[in-house]
DNA sequence: GGTTCGTTGCACACTGCTGTGCAATCTAAT
DNA sequence: ATTAGATTGCACAGCAGTGTGCAACGAACC
């Protein structure tokens, strides 16, 4: 039994602001990643002051945005894989998952290449195994090209899947299928497995 | 006729250090696009100021840097297009021949989420168009599939050449080759066609 | 009612960058 | 030898962002 703390209404409110800031980073630092603690304060509905009251430093901030990223997609990635469905199934199954909240960790891709890169490469570790992985068992199996060694395949992958999450589609383009597809594709997949897989998931 | 100016030893000294300067900034800018003028002086054997008196503003030694490539990448398509090749015919050639620079102008993709990114955009907008064409023939004449609209598979799939221009391949994996593969994938190429197409270019 | 505590508003010092001014220097041109 | 001009070294102002300190406010808590 945990024990629930009381939840003070004080606790909760400041429990409150701390994640409105957290969302509201995401969102900023996504559109743009170099925007300054003023900019997410004002953002948040807050005081830049406030923002250093919860977060002691700009990189704390984004740390605890990466944690909280991570553990999200090693969750999927670990659920999806304790299914022990073939490779291409397991990528569709990914791609499905990610895509609602793709958009909202497209920061994940803009703040590698950033100020705190090296701090950042070094949390999605994990992440890019798991995925190096998935992509590694569907070339030993057959249903993945070989054309790119699986760390180099894996990123290229799921980076074009994050980068059309971030692109709006013109016409009525559903983008969870333009972008499983796309993805399915460039993993070697034919594209008329690629549209069968996509069609029996979704 | 155009008078020869003499090319008076200083004047050529003078647009030797000019053009140092701008490829040094490509290769610096394209490691950390948040380089400032020290740190491409420097890297260009010069002091800070000298850079102020070729470029008067940062974003005029970018904007020299973006034309210069915008240039280079519009003469290769439009030679090629003149070509009237197939569309992944076409594609394999711009591959081939953008490829021996595409990790010099890596510059171009990592400068497009920046601080200048609104004046970059402008820049690179006829090198888009041309590849946006170039996609949508294919899909006119059937060999791109057509699970996005041109402009979104022209964009992933020359961003797809450029990262992977900007890998290290591990193994003796041969990059040029690797890379056409890919954007053909995603382009919808069949597997097997894509490297007919490759080994009879390479 | 008084206290606690998150929040606010303002202050400040520090850093790192940009862009400019100017005298000094060194070299090619005359 | 003198001059013109590119480069240098240094100084400076300006701006933007970070991180901190502190008094004051206001609402929940006892």
């Known amino acids: 039994m945990v024990s629930v703390p009381a939840e003070s209404s004080r606790t909760r409110a400041m429990k409150e602001?701390?994640?409105?800031i957290l969302d509201v980073a995401l969102e900023v630092l996504g559109e743009s990643p170099d925007a300054g603690m003023g900019e997410i304060a004002a953002a948040a509905g807050v005081v830049r002051r406030t923002v250093y009251g919860h977060f002691p430093s700009r990189l704390d901030l984004i740390r605890t945005l990466m944690e909280r990223a991570v553990a999200e997609m090693t969750a999927?990635?670990?659920?999806?894989?304790?299914?022990?469905?073939?490779?291409?199934?397991?990528?569709?199954?990914?791609?499905a998952r990610v895509w609602p909240v793709a958009h909202r960790y497209r920061v994940l891709l803009a703040l590698?290449?950033?100020?705190?890169?090296?701090?950042?490469?070094?949390?999605?570790?994990?992440?890019?195994?798991?995925?190096?992985?998935?992509?590694?068992?569907?070339?030993?199996?057959?249903?993945?090209a070989r054309h790119l060694p699986p760390a180099v395949l894996s990123q290229l992958a799921y980076g074009a899947v994050f980068a059309l999450a971030d692109?709006?589609?013109?016409?009525?383009?559903?983008?969870?299928?333009?972008?499983?597809i796309t993805s399915l594709l460039m993993l070697g997949v034919?594209?008329?497995?690629?549209?069968t897989l996509v069609d029996n998931r979704l």
Chains 1, 2 share one sequence.
């Open 190 to 195: 034919p594209e008329a497995r690629a549209i």
């Open 17 to 20: 602001t701390r994640d409105r």
């Open 112 to 144: 590698r290449r950033g100020e705190y890169g090296e701090a950042i490469h070094g949390l999605l570790g994990p992440v890019d195994e798991l995925l190096a992985d998935l992509v590694a068992r569907g070339q030993d199996s057959g249903v993945f």
């Open 76 to 95: 999927v990635l670990t659920d999806i894989n304790a299914g022990g469905a073939a490779a291409d199934v397991m990528w569709v199954e990914f791609v």
């Open 167 to 180: 692109t709006d589609l013109p016409d009525g383009a559903r983008g969870a299928r333009a972008a499983t």
